[in-house]
């Protein structure tokens, strides 16, 4: 079983919807958590990080259900723009292993 | 500017030959990795390394090689024993603390011809 699992997507939403990403985790020691966005063919870089319950910051909206193992992202009035490739990570902390999904493809239409 | 640089960007190599590509952050961070990412995979960890001369195997090792001579620089090798070493390769670098955050270089791509 893989440590971390996405829906690839391809999630086509159009400008100003809010849309949802969820993710699971396999390992229940993992305390740190991350939202990373990736463009095609760049390097990823941190959107947001998870630490307690969640966090929001403008309109991305983090949410972490430890019970249940799984971290969402929640874009809301989506702007072209936020098209992308978005990651969840886990990670125990102070470990250097992060644990990498394969990505949700995001892509917001005109 | 600070940040993590990485060079090539793209780079091309015949089978059978070792390469090597540069890593450099001016961050001033203890802790780099190397990561590699494959279409449909999410990144597997090849090296790291906490501090200088100290490095360890990540979880696909096999075919690399690393060194850490100084905190700015980790390269790595990519060497002909790697049976697939066409890739996206990523540097990055964690600036230590109770969290993970970690920040990547721009990659190389690397296509073995």
């Known amino acids: 079983r893989k440590e971390v699992e996405q829906d690839p997507g391809p999630f086509n939403v159009p400008e100003g919807a809010t849309v949802a990403f969820n993710c699971t985790y396999s390992n229940s020691a993992s305390q740190s958590f991350f939202w990373y966005r990736q463009d095609c063919r760049k390097e990823p870089k941190l959107l947001m990080s998870?630490?307690?319950s969640g966090n929001e910051d403008g309109r991305f909206t983090a949410q972490l259900n430890r019970a249940s193992q799984y971290i969402s992202l929640l874009i809301r009035d989506s702007k072209l723009s936020d098209s992308a490739t978005y990651l969840c990570v886990a990670s125990q902390t102070g470990a250097n292993n992060l644990f990498f999904g394969t990505g949700t493809r995001l892509t917001v239409i005109p | 500017d600070g940040g993590i640089t990485q060079s090539p960007k793209y780079l091309f190599r015949k089978e059978g030959q070792n390469v090597t590509l540069s890593c450099e952050q001016n961050l001033n961070h203890d802790a780099m990795y190397w990561y590699r990412q494959d279409p449909g995979q999410g990144l597997r960890l090849i090296y790291y390394s906490q501090i200088v001369n100290d490095f360890q195997k990540g979880d696909i090792a096999e075919g690399y090689s690393v060194s850490r001579e100084k905190k700015e620089s980790f390269p790595l090798t990519v060497t002909s024993a790697q049976k697939n070493p066409t890739a996206f390769y990523l540097c990055?670098?964690?600036?230590?603390?109770?969290?993970?955050?970690?920040?990547f270089g721009p990659g190389t791509r690397l296509t073995v011809l």
């Open positions: 998870v630490y307690s």
């Open positions: 990055a670098s964690r600036n230590g603390g109770r969290h993970n955050e970690q920040f």
